[in-house]
C-alpha cells in the first residue's frame, strides 16, 4: 500500500522538456516497481516507463526511448521522469504508478498531472 503523488507537469513548446516527479509514501519501496503511464484524450492509458527500485532495472516505450528517462532517489521515496525532445503526441495526463515486484498485482495509481505540448 504506497500513496502516490505526482507533480511537474505543464504547458511546453514542442522540442521543450519538463521533468515530472512522484513521491511515494505508506511504505517501503525496496520490493517495488514504479512506473509512468499516460493518457491522451480518447485513448487507453499506455505504460511510458518503469523501474525496479531495488535493481534500478528500467523499461522505456518504444515511443519515448532516447528522449524521456525514468529515475529514482532512494533518501526522497520519489521517481522522476525526465522528458525531453517533447512532441505534439505526448500531450496527455501522465499517472505514477506502483505495484509489488511479486506476487503480480494491479497497479497503485497516483492522482495524475497534465503535459501538454503545442507548437
Known amino acids: 500500500q504506497v500513496q502516490l503523488v505526482e507533480s511537474g507537469g505543464g504547458l511546453v513548446q514542442v522540442g521543450g522538456s519538463l521533468r515530472l516527479s512522484c513521491a511515494a509514501s505508506?511504505?517501503?519501496?525496496?520490493?517495488?516497481?514504479m512506473g509512468w503511464f499516460r493518457q491522451a484524450p480518447g485513448k487507453e492509458r499506455e505504460s511510458v516507463a518503469t523501474?525496479?527500485?531495488?535493481?534500478?532495472?528500467?523499461t522505456y516505450a518504444d515511443s519515448v526511448k532516447g528522449r524521456f528517462t525514468i529515475s529514482k532517489d532512494n533518501a526522497k521515496d520519489t521517481v522522476y521522469l525526465q522528458m525531453n525532445s517533447l512532441k505534439p503526441e505526448d500531450t496527455a495526463n501522465y499517472y505514477c504508478?506502483?505495484?509489488?515486484?511479486?506476487?503480480?498485482?494491479?497497479?497503485?495509481w497516483g492522482q495524475g498531472t497534465q503535459v501538454t505540448v503545442s507548437s
Open positions: 504508478a506502483a505495484r509489488p515486484t511479486f506476487p503480480a498485482v494491479p497497479w497503485f
Open positions: 505508506g511504505r517501503t519501496l525496496g520490493r517495488y516497481i
Open positions: 523501474i525496479n527500485w531495488l535493481t534500478g532495472t528500467t
